[in-house]
């Protein structure tokens, strides 16, 4: 065998062996990192969504972080969330959360600043997490729904800060109900 055809097969063998190590390391890597995301269609309807009567009546702008611990959607609108409480402090919007019923788990340290709720009557009746529920000052249900539409949340794709920005203006938002397509978790299992 001639040298130059020797070298084109080991050449050749060792490309084939490099492709191969980048295949099983990118079908590693989509195994252990990318979660897969399936596009779900839900309507938000308000419903009979109320706030506690603790926080019902005149006040301050109420945003209510609605979530279920295990539902991998949380991950694309926590830092989304975290944006939001640093973005709107000190103005008079207060923030609060509201976890499943008989779910378990924590938020992470960057939303401690959300305040829980013990209830919030008519949640139950939505139909995915996470979601967003705004009260304005009147304390009249002014936006339910998602964080935004699509596979990733952020302030570029975002329904809450037109709400929020409107609502500080002193402009009526009535947006109860919503058709959107993203990352959801069925809330009634």
Not at 50 to 62: D, K, V
Request: net charge negative; hydrophobic share 45%.
């Amino acid at each position: 065998m001639p040298l130059p055809r020797r070298n084109t097969i080991l050449l050749s063998l060792l490309a084939l062996a490099a492709a191969l190590a980048l295949w099983s390391l990118n079908q590693w890597y989509q195994a252990r990192y990318i979660r897969p995301f399936s596009e779900t269609t839900v309507l938000f309807d308000a419903g009979t969504l109320r706030l506690p009567a603790e926080l019902a009546g005149p006040g301050s702008i109420r945003v209510v972080h609605l979530w279920d611990p295990p539902c991998p959607c949380n991950v694309g609108n926590q830092q989304h969330l975290a944006e939001l409480l640093e973005r709107f402090a000190g103005q008079p919007v207060s923030f609060h959360v509201w976890q499943k019923p008989g779910s378990r788990g924590q938020l992470p340290d960057t939303l401690k600043a959300l305040q829980p709720l013990a209830e919030l009557p008519g949640a139950e009746q939505l139909p995915a997490s996470p979601a967003v529920a705004i009260w304005d000052r009147d304390g009249k249900l002014a936006y339910v729904g998602p964080y935004s539409e699509g596979a990733v949340c952020t302030s570029a794709n975002s329904f809450i800060e037109p709400v929020l920005e409107a609502l500080l203006a002193g402009r009526a938002v009535h947006s109860t109900g919503s058709l959107a397509v993203g990352c959801y978790c069925a809330w009634n299992d």
